[in-house]
């Protein structure tokens, strides 16, 4: 009988172990990759954006799309595709190595692409987390 408090202990911390295990999985399938922030901007200093818009002028020449990944609970990758209209002019995978992370990519600006451009952020299973849309005028 004296055995039985102590078989009873180990039960108990068994099943703590595995529940805080089960648990532990079912957190990080629901933590999601999200985008916590997604702009274009003139500039990325101090891994910050700088001089955020929607509309900037084609003397600009280039732009960066600045991006802040959340939930991320491994390393994986994401992708800026940078579109004209509806014409991909570039596509840059990016690494996401904690589960906030901030990371941007940068396109040069043509004289002639005078209109409304967006950026595609694509998650790791290739799905679309957001769109950020801009325009670049004369």
């Known amino acids: 009988m004296k055995r039985l408090p102590y078989v009873l202990l180990i039960l108990a911390m068994l099943t703590t172990v595995i529940f805080y295990q089960v648990a532990t999985i079912k957190a990080q399938e629901a933590g999601a990759v ?5 702009v274009i901007c003139r500039d990325v200093v101090d891994r910050e954006p700088i001089d ?4 900037f002028e084609v003397a600009v020449a280039k732009l960066y799309c600045f991006t802040k990944i959340v939930g991320a609970q491994e390393p ?3 992708a800026h595709v940078w579109y004209y209209g509806d014409v991909e002019r570039a596509r840059v ?6 589960a906030s992370w901030r990371t941007w990519t940068s396109k040069t600006i043509q004289a002639h692409e005078i209109g409304d451009w967006h950026v595609d952020i694509i998650g790791p299973d290739d799905e679309v987390l957001e769109t950020v849309e801009f325009e670049i005028t004369p």
């Open 93 to 98: 995978n990016l690494s996401v190595e904690a």
């Open 52 to 55: 955020v818009g929607d509309s």
């Open 76 to 78: 994986i990758e994401i």
């Open 34 to 38: 999200e985008v916590a922030e997604a």
